[in-house]
């Protein structure tokens, strides 16, 4: 496995390790204060402030853990750009623009 393979294996464990620390600190503290009802969120609700801090904890690991793979897209683009590998450089290019599209119209 070359070093830009490892190095995008390296961020997606990364990003679901660094998720599954903040909803386990979002769930322990909504323990602690008796708090075990969470609701859907919005991205402006998790950042605005407005949440207990377990919700927003949980928020934000929810938010990492489904970025994740978006990211993986983006490295393996910039990798396969490195390669010249321009077939599958347009193909990452597409699921980015419909992933932002999504996220847009969503």
Known sequence: MTLDRKIIQFLLRLGLWAA???MMAGVLINIRTDRMQFQGLSIDQIFSGELLLGDQLLGVGILLLASTPALRVVALMLLW???KDWPFVGISITVILTLLLSMLLG
């Open 20 to 22: 599954i620390f903040f």
């Open 81 to 83: 750009i490195h390669e």
